[in-house]
């Protein structure tokens, strides 16, 4: 792949202390992390959900949605797969800067991606969120019957079975999604986020 040459950053007239101020809230991004199944998306779009209810400028990207379209051309080689995360990361923080909080639900298996991600972003804008849930619970839910099939080789290098998850070490919030209800997890996430003072 060629690299860009000859380019120049360009400072915006209006900083994201700006939009911070004009909105009235802080900008982050809550990063959900976990098993397929162990609910990243479901409780990423609920707590989207309930910030805009409440009149927050937020943003959901999510995991196969973003594969659709900006990551198409991407697979789920571990190359592929960091690729994938660092674009997430730049796009995440462009939706920083512009004010919003963001929430991504992406697997993201590999805590030094997930780190790297972190270091695109200012102190106390990245979030972790571990979505906890053991991986015979994920797999006897199987929404997309995604682990049914890797059980039976149709999908290669699928987490949990034939590719490691690399639980985050440290996470920022930790929801264990198989004892709380989604309703008890975005309470869980609001309240962090109004003890950071970004809400």
Same mark, same amino acid.
């Not at 397929?36 to 959900?49: E, Q, R």
């Not at 512009?98 to 697997?107: L, R």
């Not at 682990?147 to 999908?155: F, V």
């Given at each position: 792949?060629?690299?860009? &040459?000859?380019?120049?950053?360009?400072?915006?007239?209006?900083?994201?202390?700006?939009? @911070?101020?004009?909105?009235?809230?802080?900008?982050?991004?809550?990063?959900?992390?976990?098993?397929? =199944?162990?609910?990243?998306?479901?409780?990423?779009?609920?707590?989207?959900?309930? /910030?805009?209810?409440?009149?927050?400028?937020? !943003?959901? /990207?999510? =995991?196969?949605?973003?594969?659709?379209?900006?990551?198409?051309? /991407? =697979?789920?080689?571990?190359?592929?797969?960091?690729?994938?995360?660092? @674009?997430?990361?730049?796009?995440?923080?462009?939706?920083?800067?512009?004010?919003?909080?963001? &929430? &991504?639900?992406?697997?993201?298996?590999?805590?030094?991606? @997930?780190?790297?991600?972190?270091?695109?972003?200012?102190?106390?804008?990245?979030?972790?969120?571990?979505?906890?849930?053991?991986?015979?619970?994920?797999?006897?839910?199987?929404?997309?019957?995604?682990?049914?099939?890797? @059980?039976?080789?149709?999908?290669?290098?699928? &987490?949990?079975?034939?590719?490691?998850?690399?639980?985050?070490?440290?996470?920022?919030?930790?929801?264990?999604?198989?004892? !709380?209800?989604?309703?008890?997890?975005?309470?869980? +996430?609001?309240?962090? /986020?109004?003890?950071?003072? +970004?809400?």
């Amino acid at each position: 792949m060629t690299k860009a &040459t000859n380019i120049t950053w360009h400072d915006s007239a209006i900083t994201k202390e700006d939009r @911070r101020a004009q909105n009235g809230h802080g900008s982050v991004v809550l990063w959900f992390t976990g098993l397929s =199944g162990s609910g990243k998306s479901t409780i990423a779009n609920a707590v989207s959900h309930e /910030l805009f209810r409440q009149g927050i400028n937020e !943003y959901v /990207l999510d =995991g196969d949605n973003v594969r659709h379209g900006l990551n198409k051309d /991407l =697979g789920f080689s571990e190359a592929d797969r960091n690729e994938n995360i660092r @674009r997430i990361g730049e796009v995440a923080k462009l939706f920083v800067d512009s004010g919003k909080i963001v &929430t &991504t639900a992406f697997i993201s298996p590999f805590r030094s991606d @997930r780190e790297t991600v972190r270091a695109l972003f200012e102190e106390g804008e990245f979030i972790e969120v571990f979505i906890d849930c053991p991986l015979e619970k994920c797999e006897r839910r199987d929404p997309k019957k995604l682990y049914a099939k890797a @059980r039976r080789g149709e999908i290669k290098n699928f &987490t949990g079975i034939d590719s490691p998850y690399e639980a985050p070490e440290n996470p920022e919030i930790t929801v264990r999604s198989d004892q !709380y209800t989604v309703e008890e997890a975005v309470g869980q +996430i609001l309240t962090h /986020l109004r003890e950071k003072n +970004i809400l």
